[in-house]
């Protein structure tokens, strides 16, 4: 029997997408969440995927037209931005840092456009909380599939209980793309299959342990030499 993949997600067209990814492999039910009424599987699942950023059910299913100008005008600005990037003879440390700055400001660009829309990883974790309540899922791995998930977003899925965070393939997704995600999902089903019984309850395979702290540091000389690069 193939492994049974469920995987929920708020857009149709990457559910869709996962699905011509993983069909060679697994049988496949897609979910679209918010989902009213009951969910119907097949059997257990041996592997749950989940979208990460996910609107309130009360959310707008388009950006108001106010927010709307004040995002068309930063889009805007931001493709100038890009443009101007080669306009004249520029030093690469300097090429560079405009660049990230010019990726910075779109990924602002991006949250307001998530806050406008209601969508949120609080969400997603919701519904992976959802997932660990029911003790029929207590030895399903449960992964987040995600474009939008920040480090910090990702550190906190897995503190919650999340075996991994894998990227989401472009739309359409591309060959290299398509195997790249499939191996990670595969890999994340066969490593959670071969943790002891105790240790899939725990739902967190690995210990993390955060702190922020500012150590003090003693000024010394140091003095040192590289080998040369390629010598």
Not at 37 to 58: E, Q, T
Not at 95 to 117: H, K, N, P, V
Request: charged share 25%; with cysteine; net charge neutral.
């Amino acid at each position: 029997m193939r492994p049974y993949l469920v995987f929920i997600d708020d857009d149709p067209k990457e559910l869709t997408d996962l699905g011509s990814i993983v069909s060679d492999v697994y049988d496949y039910e897609p979910v679209t969440w918010p989902h009213k009424g009951a969910i119907h599987l097949n059997r257990v699942p041996d592997l749950f995927v989940l979208d990460m950023y996910f609107p309130k059910p009360d959310s707008p299913s388009a950006i108001g037209k106010k927010e709307l100008d004040v995002q068309r005008l930063k889009a805007s600005r931001i493709a100038s931005d890009f443009a101007a990037l080669y306009g004249d003879s520029i030093v690469a440390p300097d090429l560079l840092r405009r660049t990230f700055a010019c990726i910075q400001e779109g990924y602002d660009l991006l949250w307001s456009q998530c806050a406008a829309l209601g969508q949120t990883a609080e969400h997603g974790r919701e519904l992976l909380a959802g997932i660990q309540a029911d003790q029929r899922f207590t030895d399903v791995p449960i992964v987040f599939y995600s474009r939008k998930a920040t480090v910090e977003d990702g550190v906190r899925a897995l503190q919650a209980g999340a075996f991994a965070v894998i990227p989401k393939a472009p739309s359409p997704p591309s060959r290299s793309a398509r195997e790249s995600v499939l191996a990670q999902l595969e890999a994340a089903r066969l490593r959670f299959a071969d943790l002891s019984k105790s240790r899939r309850k725990e739902r967190w395979p690995i210990n993390i342990n955060i702190t922020l702290y500012k150590q003090e540091v003693v000024a010394q000389k140091i003095e040192f030499t590289l080998a040369k690069i390629g010598a």
